[in-house]
Protein backbone atom coordinates (compact mmCIF):
# COMPACT_ATOMS: atom_id res chain seq x y z
CA UNK A 1 0.00 0.00 0.00
CA UNK A 2 1.14 3.42 -1.23
CA UNK A 3 2.70 5.67 2.11
CA UNK A 4 0.41 8.40 2.96
CA UNK A 5 2.41 11.27 2.08
CA UNK A 6 1.90 14.37 4.24
CA UNK A 7 4.22 16.81 2.56
CA UNK A 8 1.37 17.21 -0.32
CA UNK A 9 -1.03 18.90 2.07
CA UNK A 10 1.32 20.87 4.12
CA UNK A 11 4.69 20.82 2.83
CA UNK A 12 5.60 23.17 5.82
CA UNK A 13 4.90 20.57 8.40
CA UNK A 14 8.08 19.89 9.97
CA UNK A 15 6.65 16.85 12.69
CA UNK A 16 4.48 14.25 12.69
CA UNK A 17 3.96 10.80 13.87
CA UNK A 18 3.68 7.67 12.00
CA UNK A 19 3.05 4.09 12.51
CA UNK A 20 6.11 1.33 11.59
CA UNK A 21 4.75 -1.07 8.87
CA UNK A 22 7.80 -2.76 7.61
CA UNK A 23 11.97 -2.83 6.90
CA UNK A 24 13.36 -3.17 3.49
CA UNK A 25 16.29 -1.55 1.68
CA UNK A 26 17.72 -0.56 4.37
CA UNK A 27 15.17 1.50 5.69
CA UNK A 28 11.68 1.69 7.45
CA UNK A 29 8.53 2.30 5.97
CA UNK A 30 5.62 4.29 7.85
CA UNK A 31 2.31 4.15 7.12
CA UNK A 32 1.93 7.96 6.93
CA UNK A 33 4.87 10.64 6.78
CA UNK A 34 6.33 14.02 6.33
CA UNK A 35 9.43 13.41 4.77
CA UNK A 36 9.66 14.48 0.69
CA UNK A 37 10.72 11.40 -1.66
CA UNK A 38 12.97 11.85 -3.54
CA UNK A 39 11.04 12.01 -7.14
CA UNK A 40 11.05 14.42 -10.18
CA UNK A 41 14.40 15.79 -9.85
CA UNK A 42 13.75 16.72 -6.19
CA UNK A 43 16.37 15.28 -3.44
CA UNK A 44 14.84 13.06 -0.84
CA UNK A 45 14.58 14.71 2.73
CA UNK A 46 16.79 14.33 5.80
CA UNK A 47 15.74 13.97 9.47
CA UNK A 48 15.05 11.66 12.13
CA UNK A 49 13.28 8.76 13.11
CA UNK A 50 12.68 8.75 16.64
CA UNK A 51 16.27 8.50 17.91
CA UNK A 52 17.89 7.49 14.32
CA UNK A 53 19.00 9.89 12.07
CA UNK A 54 17.38 9.38 8.26
CA UNK A 55 19.84 9.93 5.89
CA UNK A 56 17.54 9.98 2.89
CA UNK A 57 14.29 9.42 1.64
CA UNK A 58 13.12 7.26 -1.50
CA UNK A 59 9.74 5.90 -3.58
CA UNK A 60 9.41 2.78 -5.20
CA UNK A 61 7.12 2.19 -8.44
CA UNK A 62 4.40 1.45 -6.16
CA UNK A 63 4.28 4.68 -3.69
CA UNK A 64 6.03 3.41 -1.23
CA UNK A 65 8.10 5.47 0.92
CA UNK A 66 11.60 4.43 2.47
CA UNK A 67 13.42 6.18 5.02
CA UNK A 68 17.31 5.20 4.75
CA UNK A 69 18.38 5.01 8.14
CA UNK A 70 22.09 5.48 9.33
CA UNK A 71 22.24 3.04 12.19
CA UNK A 72 19.90 0.31 12.87
CA UNK A 73 16.33 1.67 14.79
CA UNK A 74 15.32 1.06 18.37
CA UNK A 75 11.87 0.58 17.27
CA UNK A 76 9.68 -2.34 15.25
CA UNK A 77 6.93 -2.59 13.25
CA UNK A 78 3.93 -1.63 15.03
CA UNK A 79 5.53 1.11 16.93
CA UNK A 80 4.43 4.62 16.88
CA UNK A 81 7.47 7.13 16.14
CA UNK A 82 7.97 10.53 15.54
CA UNK A 83 9.36 12.04 12.61
CA UNK A 84 11.21 15.15 12.16
CA UNK A 85 12.58 16.59 9.06
CA UNK A 86 15.83 18.98 8.46
CA UNK A 87 13.48 21.94 8.14
CA UNK A 88 16.32 24.28 7.49
CA UNK A 89 17.58 21.96 4.46
CA UNK A 90 14.25 21.66 3.29
CA UNK A 91 12.87 24.74 3.18
CA UNK A 92 16.37 25.38 1.17
CA UNK A 93 14.70 23.42 -1.45
CA UNK A 94 11.60 24.39 -1.76
CA UNK A 95 13.11 27.99 -2.35
CA UNK A 96 15.37 26.81 -4.75
CA UNK A 97 12.72 24.42 -6.72
CA UNK A 98 10.50 27.28 -6.78
CA UNK A 99 13.35 29.54 -8.20
CA UNK A 100 14.42 27.39 -10.65
CA UNK A 101 10.41 27.30 -12.27
CA UNK A 102 10.76 30.81 -12.35
CA UNK A 103 14.60 30.81 -13.93
CA UNK A 104 13.24 28.96 -16.58
CA UNK A 105 10.35 31.41 -17.64
CA UNK A 106 13.15 33.80 -17.79
CA UNK A 107 15.13 31.88 -19.87
CA UNK A 108 12.88 30.70 -22.77
CA UNK A 109 11.92 34.56 -22.94
CA UNK A 110 15.42 35.51 -23.51
CA UNK A 111 16.75 32.69 -25.48
CA UNK A 112 14.15 30.75 -26.78
CA UNK A 113 12.47 27.82 -25.98
CA UNK A 114 14.92 24.74 -25.45
CA UNK A 115 14.13 21.53 -24.26
CA UNK A 116 14.88 20.54 -20.86
CA UNK A 117 16.49 16.76 -20.93
CA UNK A 118 17.13 16.77 -17.21
CA UNK A 119 17.02 18.44 -13.95
CA UNK A 120 17.95 18.36 -10.05
CA UNK A 121 17.62 20.04 -6.72
CA UNK A 122 18.90 19.94 -3.55
CA UNK A 123 20.11 22.34 -0.63
CA UNK A 124 22.75 23.67 -2.45
CA UNK A 125 21.47 24.36 -5.81
CA UNK A 126 19.21 23.56 -8.93
CA UNK A 127 21.37 22.21 -12.01
CA UNK A 128 18.79 22.09 -15.21
CA UNK A 129 20.28 20.71 -18.60
CA UNK A 130 19.28 22.22 -21.96
CA UNK A 131 19.52 21.14 -25.65
CA UNK A 132 21.50 24.16 -26.94
CA UNK A 133 24.44 24.55 -29.48
CA UNK A 134 26.91 26.69 -28.90
CA UNK A 135 27.35 28.87 -25.36
CA UNK A 136 24.76 30.84 -23.60
CA UNK A 137 25.92 34.73 -23.79
CA UNK A 138 26.94 35.51 -20.64
CA UNK A 139 24.97 38.92 -21.07
CA UNK A 140 21.89 37.50 -21.64
CA UNK A 141 21.99 34.84 -18.74
CA UNK A 142 22.67 37.76 -16.74
CA UNK A 143 19.78 39.18 -17.67
CA UNK A 144 17.66 36.26 -17.08
CA UNK A 145 18.92 36.39 -13.56
CA UNK A 146 18.11 40.01 -12.80
CA UNK A 147 14.35 39.69 -14.28
CA UNK A 148 14.11 36.37 -12.04
CA UNK A 149 15.62 38.70 -8.81
CA UNK A 150 12.60 41.34 -10.09
CA UNK A 151 10.01 39.16 -10.57
CA UNK A 152 10.61 36.81 -7.02
CA UNK A 153 11.17 40.11 -5.12
CA UNK A 154 7.18 41.01 -5.84
CA UNK A 155 5.63 39.22 -4.07
CA UNK A 156 3.65 36.68 -6.12
CA UNK A 157 1.70 33.79 -4.70
CA UNK A 158 2.45 29.87 -5.13
CA UNK A 159 -0.37 27.86 -5.99
CA UNK A 160 -0.77 24.18 -6.02
CA UNK A 161 -3.64 22.99 -7.60
CA UNK A 162 -4.75 19.13 -8.17
CA UNK A 163 -7.16 17.82 -10.91
CA UNK A 164 -9.33 15.22 -11.37
CA UNK A 165 -6.78 12.64 -12.62
CA UNK A 166 -4.51 13.60 -8.88
CA UNK A 167 -2.05 15.79 -11.12
CA UNK A 168 -0.39 18.35 -9.51
CA UNK A 169 -0.34 21.33 -11.29
CA UNK A 170 1.88 24.28 -10.25
CA UNK A 171 1.38 28.55 -10.91
CA UNK A 172 3.07 31.89 -10.01
CA UNK A 173 1.77 34.16 -11.95
CA UNK A 174 2.33 33.69 -15.52
CA UNK A 175 4.05 30.59 -15.08
CA UNK A 176 2.26 27.34 -15.11
CA UNK A 177 3.25 23.84 -15.26
CA UNK A 178 2.99 20.41 -13.62
CA UNK A 179 4.87 19.56 -10.82
CA UNK A 180 4.73 17.54 -7.25
CA UNK A 181 7.26 18.96 -5.61
CA UNK A 182 7.64 20.90 -2.56
CA UNK A 183 7.61 24.90 -2.85
CA UNK A 184 7.31 27.72 -0.92
CA UNK A 185 3.60 29.98 -0.63
CA UNK A 186 5.14 33.18 -2.22
CA UNK A 187 8.15 34.07 -4.03
CA UNK A 188 9.48 36.60 -1.49
CA UNK A 189 10.33 33.80 0.58
CA UNK A 190 13.28 32.58 -2.01
CA UNK A 191 14.89 35.75 -1.81
CA UNK A 192 17.37 36.78 -4.28
CA UNK A 193 19.16 34.05 -6.71
CA UNK A 194 22.99 33.64 -8.97
CA UNK A 195 22.69 32.08 -11.72
CA UNK A 196 25.98 30.32 -13.71
CA UNK A 197 26.48 28.18 -16.82
CA UNK A 198 28.21 25.33 -17.43
CA UNK A 199 28.55 22.75 -20.07
CA UNK A 200 28.32 19.23 -19.19
CA UNK A 201 28.44 17.71 -23.06
CA UNK A 202 28.44 18.98 -26.60
CA UNK A 203 25.27 20.43 -27.64
CA UNK A 204 24.16 20.62 -23.87
CA UNK A 205 23.95 23.85 -21.70
CA UNK A 206 23.55 23.70 -17.98
CA UNK A 207 22.14 26.37 -15.86
CA UNK A 208 22.88 26.49 -12.10
CA UNK A 209 20.68 28.27 -9.53
CA UNK A 210 21.97 29.23 -6.21
CA UNK A 211 20.12 31.61 -3.45
CA UNK A 212 22.19 34.70 -2.91
CA UNK A 213 23.16 34.57 0.46
Known amino acids: MATERLYDDDPY ?43 DTKMDEEGVIIHILEDPPGFGVGDVVEGV ?31 RTGSFVDDSKDR ?29 PVVVEVDDEGLRHWSCGPVEMLCAGTHVRNTREVGAVRLRRRNPGRGVERVETSLAE
Open 13 to 55: QERFSGTVVGFRDGGVVLDRTAFYAEAGGQAGDMGTLGDTRVV
Open 85 to 115: INWDRRHRIMRLHTASHIMEHFLWKHFGYME
Open 128 to 156: ADYIHEGRLDPDVLKKVESDSNDFLAEDH
